[in-house]
């Protein structure tokens, strides 16, 4: 029998509210029992609001805690039925620490699920002694108040998509909110009936409160947030529009690598293939970034290949367009300026350009990108790499939705 102080001392321990521990037991198998009673003796009866002490019926039951000194800690819940004694219906006493009809307390839920964020159900089960399936039902509560949720003050939306395997399509489409680099949604079919069913079950509040819209360069994404989205914006994310000029300029270079292979052998080519060989990363990074071999490298493309040379230099133009701290009417004269200049060198993103203007150059009002994604993405793929055996993309969504939760 636990004397007085030692059961001050257990219930301080617990750290659970309004609660006081009874009685200790300490069972070989299962681990340490506490019984413990609230202290609350009047409960609000969830009908009319009145409070109530009359007490209907006593019920034992038993909840799982979080481990103590590494030992599994079962709550014995003497849980009350009251009487109300206003409108005379019966009720039970609500637990603040469990939840309704679940066998284990909410931090210990939180404990579980946070060490499935790091591992996979059948070890965290294995470690911890809570079965699978309680697991498997901690994650499907985690999913209703999670994948359910409506985003909640979502001015900057960004719709973007990620490859999960590399080279091998297999893209989902992400819904991200840019302010706070939240993941909100991962659709697994990047169709536009997919991504609207999503949108669409956010409801109208959520959608016209959104002021811009952060896409790639597809048409499908355009068309949904002029449906759907009464207030937003869009905005032709500048990362996607870099992306198709620095593909056409490696184009260039891999059309001009296959002109000198078929060049007579001469001194002229020898230095060619020297100069153009392994030149694809120097010529489509950013130049702030290379470091001094790389841009004696650069140079030596430079001067063998004039026409690689001006792409170059037009593309890193396009860039600093970019960077450069200008308002929006400045921004449509530099890119059109630009278009000017690269007219012949960059014919196919000149058509891009073109078609996405209006959307590229609402970049410069509140300069939105789709920059954070990328981070997202690694994320993403962190989840996936942890190889947490998700056998159907709800699973890994909320896997990744579990991922982004603090
Ligand atoms: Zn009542």
Not at 29 to 45: H, K, R
Not at 96 to 121: G, M, W
Not at 366 to 392: D, M, P, S, W, Y
Request: glycine share 4%.
């Amino acid at each position: 029998m636990a004397s007085n102080a030692q059961l001050k001392l257990l219930t301080d321990f617990l750290n659970i509210p309004d609660v006081k521990v009874t009685h200790f037991k300490q069972d070989p198998s299962l681990g340490i029992i506490l019984s413990i009673s609230s202290l609350n003796s009047e409960v609000t009866c969830p009908h009319c609001g009145q409070k109530s002490h009359k007490l209907h019926h006593n019920y034992s039951h038993l909840i799982k805690d979080l481990p103590m000194h590494g030992q599994n800690v079962y709550l014995q819940v003497n849980k009350r039925q009251m009487k109300c004694e206003k409108c005379l219906t019966t009720f039970s006493e609500p637990l603040e620490f469990c939840e309704p009809k679940r066998n284990y307390t909410k931090r210990l839920a939180d404990d579980i699920l946070s060490q499935v964020k790091h591992s996979n159900i059948k070890s965290v089960a294995e470690r911890t002694g809570v079965s699978e399936s309680e697991i498997e039902t901690m994650l499907k509560d985690l999913r209703k108040s999670l994948v359910g949720q409506k985003p909640q003050d979502l001015k900057r939306l960004g719709i973007d998509e990620i490859s999960l395997r590399k080279g091998q399509g297999n893209y989902c489409a992400v819904l991200v909110d840019l302010d706070n680099s939240q993941l909100l949604a991962l659709v697994p079919d990047r169709t536009q009936s997919a991504i609207k069913k999503v949108l669409m079950s956010w409801g109208i509040d959520v959608l016209s409160g959104i002021e811009e819209v952060s896409i790639d360069l597809w048409r499908p994404y355009k068309s949904l947030v002029e449906k759907l989205m009464p207030n937003g914006s869009v905005v032709a994310d500048r990362f996607h529009v870099m992306h198709q000029v620095q593909e056409e300029l490696d184009n260039s270079r891999k059309q001009a690598k296959k002109e000198v292979n078929n060049m007579k052998d001469s001194e002229k080519k020898t230095a060619k293939i020297q100069a153009i060989t392994h030149g694809k990363y120097v010529l489509l990074a950013n130049s702030d970034n290379l470091t001094e071999a790389q841009k004696r490298k650069l140079e030596e493309i430079n001067k063998e290949f004039p026409k690689l040379q001006k792409m170059h230099g037009l593309k890193e133009q396009l860039r600093e367009i970019f960077e450069n701290d200008i308002n929006w009417f400045d921004g449509l004269l530099d890119l059109a300026e630009w278009l000017k200049k690269s007219a012949d060198l960059f014919p196919k993103s000149q058509g891009t350009i073109r078609r996405w203007l209006v959307e590229i150059t609402a970049y410069f009002e509140q300069r939105t990108t789709n920059g954070i994604v990328e981070g997202i993405n690694q994320k993403i793929k962190l989840v996936k790499r942890c190889g947490f055996g998700f056998r159907n993309i709800d699973n890994f969504e909320l896997r990744c939705l579990l991922a982004f939760q603090d």
